[in-house]
């Protein structure tokens, strides 16, 4: 069984900062890319940032310069920094991670449950 949870969430005002976390845990050989992805009421899930297991990065140009995007492979851990918030960034953000199964040869993808983000003008 593998899972993510993710945590950091909260209200912030417009201008802010918050830190998102997320941790994989469950019986996996490995972790491919891993990413954020968010999601606002009456919207699509949207594509945040992502980042590889070498540690290319990739960006909504929505978030780009104030996001950042890592990850700690040792802990299975990614994380989203997010500066200067704006209220258009309210929206529920989703942890990804495509992850091998011990025995298993392919990756599929792994979401968790999502963490509330508000931001108020």
């Known amino acids: 069984q593998v899972q993510l949870v993710e945590s950091g969430g909260g209200l912030v005002q417009a201008g802010g900062s918050l830190r998102l976390s997320c941790a994989a845990s469950?019986?996996?050989?490995?972790?491919?890319?891993m990413g954020w992805y968010r999601q606002a009421p009456g919207k699509q899930r949207e594509l945040v940032a992502t980042?590889?297991?070498?540690?290319?990065?990739n960006y909504a140009d929505s978030v780009r310069g104030r996001f950042t995007i890592s990850r700690d492979n040792d802990k299975n851990m990614v994380y989203l920094q997010m500066t200067s918030l704006k209220p258009e960034d309210t929206a529920v953000y989703y942890c990804?991670?495509?992850?091998?199964?011990?025995?298993?040869?392919?990756?599929?993808?792994?979401w968790g449950q999502g963490t509330q983000v508000t931001v108020s003008s």
């Open positions: 990804q991670a495509s992850i091998r199964r011990l025995r298993f040869y392919t990756f599929r993808d792994y």
């Open positions: 980042i590889t297991s070498g540690g290319s990065t």
């Open positions: 469950g019986s996996f050989a490995s972790i491919n890319d």
